[in-house]
Each structure stands twice: as structure tokens, then as C-alpha cells.
């Protein structure tokens, strides 16, 4: 490990991986993981966006490429904490979904997912355990959400994903988690307003359906993930952490 790491971090001593770390969450969650002083690998389709997210390693993946992911694995080897991150939310109905667009969702949101964790497992497994983070969603079975179906379906399936890992796995030493976000401020949701004939209209409505009256940060989700990653969070799995300002409570 390189020595200018910070040794007495929540995350000293541990190798991260995480992917879509090139904005959002994946950005605030490396950066927060690097901060707590893991080896921090940091992986996006856009690598040349990954320069200055504070992380040990940064390398081009596409995890929809099976061949990439495994090549990556092999040179990668164990890790301590495996952080699912990469996504595509569909605005519509079933009936605005069309057979691409449900392939296209369901590929990336849980297909990713399992392709990395199929991936990393043996090797978590061979040394001695692991933590697999999944980032899941409200839209999915938590609650139903208008306009979410594809996006919902695959996060809900994320969260079955989930829960099947940490049942299988518990007795070598293998957490699985997910976290399920509300609504939070990443480039991806700013994209879909935009898109919104109105945006400030889009924004309002937004901020409107959340209890606490704002939209949740980045920030406060990767210090989630950090404690998910982290030897705190050692009697955890299977779970599956909303945090979303109270949205689904209501």
C-alpha cells in the first residue's frame, strides 16, 4: 500500500473498488473512502474524468463488458470492499418502456452488479471475506414510485440480488448490503429536469415530495458507504438502508 494514505482512518489497511466513481454518488464515495484512508481503485466508461478524485488507481471499465470486468478482477485481486455503484434511471411507465429500454436498465442496474460480484467474490472469499455494497433505490421494493417501472423493477431486483449474496455467503465471511437513496442532487437527476419542459417547475416538484424539504447530497450518502466498507458496520448484512430524508415513511 502507498504510505500516504491515512493510517488512521475508518478505512486503514482496506482495498476499495468502486464503479461510476466519475460523478454523483460513485464521486463522493470515492473521495470519501480515499479520505478514510483506503487504496482507493475508482472505475468509470470516462477514466479522464477520474483525475481528480483523490483516488490510489483510476481505470476505464465498462461493466456491461464481461471480458473487461473479468481482466480487471485477475489483475485487480482481492479486495476488501466492492461498492456496485453504476446506474441508469428510465423516466416512464410499462407502457412507455419499450423492450431496449427495459434490456438497456435492467443490463446496467443489476446485470453490473452481478457481473462484478461474480467477479470479485472468489477472491474476497479466498482471503478471508469482504463487504459488497449494491446501490439499490426507494423506487424498488421499498416503494412504488410514478414514472419509475423499469428503474424500480431493476432496483428491486437489485435488492433480491442483495439479499441472496448475504444469505449464501455469510458463513466465509462475506457482508452484502444495500442502499436505497431518495432523491439526491447528482448531475443525473439536474440532466432529468432539464429535460422537463420547465425546469425550475421540475426542481419545486421535486423538493416538494421530500418531508425534510430538500433534496439529500452525495456527501451524505457515501458517508453510508464508508461505514458500509468499514469494519463498523462487521454485523451487517443483508440489509437493506434507506436514506431518503423520510420520503418512503410517509
Known sequence: MPTDLNTQGRLAGKKV????????????????MAREGAYVIATDLRESNLADVGATEVRQLDVTDRDAVLRLADEVGAVDALFNCAGFV?????????????????????????????AF???????GGGSIINMASVASSVIGVPNRFVYGASKGAVIGLTRSIAADFA????????????????????????AQPDYEAARAAFIARQPMGRIGTPEEIAELVVYLASDMSAFMSGSVLTIDGGWSNI
Not at 473498488?17 to 470519501?32: D, E, P
Not at 428510465?90 to 461474480?118: K, P, Q
Not at 458463513?171 to 442532487?185: L, Y
Open 121 to 127: 467474490l472468489p477472491a474476497m472469499i479466498e482471503a
Open 171 to 194: 458463513g466465509k465471511g462475506i457482508r452484502c448490503n444495500a442502499i436505497a437513496p431518495g432523491t439526491v442532487e447528482t448531475p443525473s437527476l439536474d440532466e432529468r429536469m432539464r
Open 90 to 118: 428510465h423516466h416512464g411507465t410499462i407502457l412507455d418502456c419499450a423492450e431496449a429500454d427495459w434490456d438497456f436498465s435492467m443490463e446496467l442496474n443489476v446485470g453490473a452488479a452481478y457481473r462484478l460480484t461474480r
Open 17 to 32: 473498488l468502486l464503479t461510476a466513481a466519475a460523478q454523483g454518488i460513485g464521486r463522493a464515495s470515492a473521495v470519501a
